[in-house]
């Protein structure tokens, strides 16, 4: 399997995060969730800093959720844990960055792409976006974004969209706050160079504690044992029946048989 990669460029005080899969839509990779991590890891660590980026690769997808197809490679139950809290570490390090966050959306944004999304500070999508909370569809469980999306949307939204996994737009995406602002295609970058140009007339000190302030008092600040008890429920969800079947008909392209 491609794993594909994440690309991290800087250009002067702008951080970009780069998730280069085009070939298929961005789709993150175990590999991929650890190279995150160690973007993150390099902006935190540099003091010239004040903004990271965050875009896809292509003109289809931000990221069309997580590979599931790698889960038939993981060698036990030991594999899919570890693959958990790697997730979860990078959804850490992502969310308590001391810069703003900037992500820009086209095109699928499916899974743990929205829980990425809901990990940013600030989120812009192209007009022709399209969204989905889609885990249970496949059997599986969206455990480890859960309390990013609480925080983002709520959790009468989570409620909705994580059990019916719908498919959503760009325009609903904004008025239940996964996204801030909705723009033409053509217009994505634009919007984008605004935004960065905006959050540089700020100080970066008082961004930095105003973020960790706000993150203090989030519902999504929860404590290392409730993590945890996602960590390894979310794993257990992946190796049973109901996701043994799920995986198959997604690999079939074929209904689940609860369908």
């Not at 760009?170 to 960065?196: K, W």
Request: aromatic letters at 6%.
């Amino acid at each position: 399997m491609a794993e594909g990669v994440v690309r991290y460029q800087r250009d002067g005080a702008v951080a970009t995060v780069i998730f280069d899969r085009p070939e298929a839509r961005n789709a993150m990779t175990w590999t991929m969730y650890r190279q995150l991590t160690e973007a993150c890891e390099r902006i935190a660590s540099d003091a010239q800093v004040r903004v990271a980026v965050l875009r896809g690769a292509g003109g289809k997808a931000f990221i069309a959720g997580t590979d599931i197809a790698q889960f038939r490679e993981f060698a036990g139950a030991e594999d899919g844990v570890r693959y958990e809290r790697d997730m979860e570490r990078c959804l850490g390090a992502l969310e308590s960055l001391p810069v703003p966050t900037l992500a820009l959306v086209q095109g699928a944004c499916f899974g743990g792409g929205t829980g990425i999304l809901a990990a940013c500070d600030i989120v812009i999508a192209a007009e022709d976006a399209m969204f989905s909370i889609s885990e249970t569809r496949w059997g599986l469980m969206a455990g480890i974004i859960l309390p990013q999306l609480a925080d983002a949307i709520g959790a009468r939204q989570v409620r909705r969209y994580a059990l019916s996994g719908e498919r959503f737009g760009a325009r609903e995406a904004c008025r239940i706050g996964l996204v801030h602002e909705v723009v033409p295609a053509v217009e994505l970058q634009a919007a984008g160079e605004r935004m960065v140009d905006q959050l540089l007339q700020n100080a970066p000190e008082a961004n930095a504690q105003t973020k960790a302030a706000a993150l203090e008092f989030a519902w999504g600040a929860v404590d290392e044992a409730a993590l945890e008890r996602l960590v390894v429920q979310h794993a257990a969800k992946r190796r049973s029946a109901e996701a043994t079947e799920g995986l198959a008909s997604f690999a079939e392209k074929r209904p689940a048989r609860w369908a």
